[in-house]
């Protein structure tokens, strides 16, 4: 993504790994993406009902308060966007529970950030 797109992005990542989700955000960031960051579902389910803009989701399949699936349910019911899974698990079965849910890619950690930001790129342009 140039540089001029991926600031006007809004990112919502949902990460409960705290080590994980701040180098993640600092690096979005630092690539020009707008980040909003939490640790669970209902954190994320706030954010998505408090009218912020969010572009494209990005959860971890496993949060603290609930699944990623579960998030994603919760941000949909007041946004429409594009989402990707992280996993610790990237079998088939993985991948097709994550599509099922609605996720538009499934990708596994450690996320090498390359994909994740072609992933990104690939969903803003779709």
């Known amino acids: 993504i140039p540089r001029e ?12 790994h705290v080590d994980t989700r701040e180098v993640m955000e600092q690096l979005l960031k630092l690539r020009g993406y707008k980040v909003t960051s939490v640790s669970g579902v209902k954190a994320a389910a706030q954010v998505a009902k408090s009218g912020q803009r969010i572009d494209i989701f990005i959860s971890d399949v496993g949060l603290e308060d609930g699944s990623g699936f579960d998030a994603l349910r919760e941000v949909t ?15 088939e079965e993985d991948i097709r529970k994550s599509r099922e849910a609605g996720f538009t890619s499934h990708l596994v950690k450690p996320v090498d950030f390359d994909k994740l930001e072609s992933a990104i790129a690939a969903l803003a342009v779709a």
């Open 5 to 16: 797109s991926s600031s006007r992005l809004h990112i919502l990542l949902a990460e409960d």
């Open 77 to 91: 019911k007041h946004h429409k966007v594009p989402a990707i899974a992280l996993s610790g698990y990237g079998m």
